[in-house]
């Protein structure tokens, strides 16, 4: 039997899909999205496979069509076309001050720029990004498809510094060419873990459509129960057998584990993929997520605004805008608890609009308040 492997921290397709790891199809998605060229937006938590769709999107519109082969998307497509594709990745780095994220975007713009043969021809990063843009479909006679990833990295890094509206001010700058060269672009796709309302750093994008909360696209991350047992069958057998369970108790637990994430109301849960998949490798039901780390904006936020636990847990009930915009300027923390992945939909009251959020499983509840008991100041507050 051919050797498999899991995909643990795999986040560009072509290496996924040419060295034999598992890929859980979600192509038909890819298919699906790019039948517009509305610009889209996608909040996930981290480890949600975020990078991995826009590697999966980006190797689509390169027209590697081998790498497609025996996927959703190879009877859904009869053009493999490619285009230019200008893609953009804040989650390597980190941007503590104005001039880390200057420098991050002079090497990312310097790298495209090379890809592309195009002289830098600014300082500025708007202004190169522009003129990658526009020379892009001169060069190709085609548009080009621009992919952001973690857009709000440089914003969440420096979060409640003197380099927070520095940053800001930088990204706005630097993304103001999507919507003045919109007739060279054909498609973009935006993710990030925020959506931050008042920043509009995107406001030029007045049609951008944030997919966040959208019931089609709620399982686009994530590994949902029947794509479990369909995908990794060999794996649950394995960590049934060294845990000493029945399949049937394996699957209840890696439920009660791992499972529970609604990204609307009235849709099946999905599975965190980084820590089923861990489990799954480790073949033990470990807190994989916060081994691999928590979000410091999260802590940042909680010591700025002090949290009241009632408020947070135990099945808080919230109209959508209460949780789906953060505003670092409110003394609101439901969205940043919400969009970092520590609470979920569990619940909605269609007659009010009224939604049910909590935790949506023992990791994450487990986890939550470990954080919290781990930090004094945090603690205090229970």
């Known amino acids: 039997m051919e050797d498999r492997f899991l995909p ?3 986040q560009d ?4 899909r040419s060295e034999n790891y598992v890929y859980v199809d979600k192509t038909q998605f ?22 991995l769709l826009l590697s999966t999107l980006e190797y689509y519109f390169l027209g590697k069509k081998e790498l497609f082969k025996g996927l959703a998307i190879e009877s859904l497509e009869k053009e493999w076309i490619e285009y230019p594709v200008l893609k953009i990745s804040f989650g390597a780095d980190t941007y503590e001050n104005r001039d880390k994220l200057l420098s991050v975007l002079d090497d990312m713009l310097a790298q495209l720029e090379s890809k592309f043969e195009i002289e830098k021809t600014s300082e500025y990063p708007s202004i190169r990004l522009k003129t990658l843009i526009r020379s892009g479909t001169e060069k190709t006679g085609k548009q080009v498809v621009i992919l952001i990833d973690e857009y709000d990295k440089p914003i969440l890094d420096a979060l409640y510094t003197e380099y927070e509206e520095p940053n800001r001010q930088e990204l706005r700058s630097f993304y103001s060419p999507l919507k003045d060269c919109d007739q060279y672009i054909k498609f973009i796709f935006i993710t990030g873990i925020t959506k931050v309302s008042h920043v509009n750093i995107f406001s030029g994008l007045n049609q951008l459509n944030d997919i966040s909360l959208n019931a089609e696209y709620s399982s686009l991350c994530g590994i ?8 990794f069958s060999p794996e649950i057998k394995a960590l049934a057998e060294k845990q000493e369970m029945t399949v049937a108790e394996t699957m209840t637990k890696l439920a009660e584990m791992y499972d529970g994430y609604h990204f609307t109301h009235d849709v099946e849960g999905v599975f965190n993929p980084f820590c089923l998949l861990k489990c799954l490798s480790e073949k033990d039901f470990g807190s994989y997520w916060f081994e691999s780390g928590t979000p410091s904006f999260l802590v940042k936020s909680l010591q700025n605004q002090p949290l009241v636990l009632t408020t947070i847990i135990n099945g808080r009930k919230a109209k ?8 670092p300027d409110s003394k609101n923390m439901l969205p940043v608890v919400y969009q970092s992945g520590y609470l979920t939909i569990k619940g909605f009251q269609k007659e009010r609009r009224l939604y049910t959020l909590d935790f949506p499983n023992r990791e994450v509840e487990e986890g939550f308040f470990d954080v919290l008991l781990k930090n004094d100041r945090l603690a205090s507050g229970l």
């Open 30 to 51: 890819v298919y699906q999205l790019t039948r517009t060229s509305t610009p889209y937006f996608l909040s996930r938590p981290r480890r949600f496979g975020k990078s």
């Open 320 to 327: 959508e805008d209460q949780f789906k915009n953060y505003d």
């Open 13 to 16: 397709f072509a290496k996924l």
């Open 8 to 10: 643990i921290g795999i």
């Open 224 to 231: 949902s129960k029947d794509e479990l047992e369909q995908y």
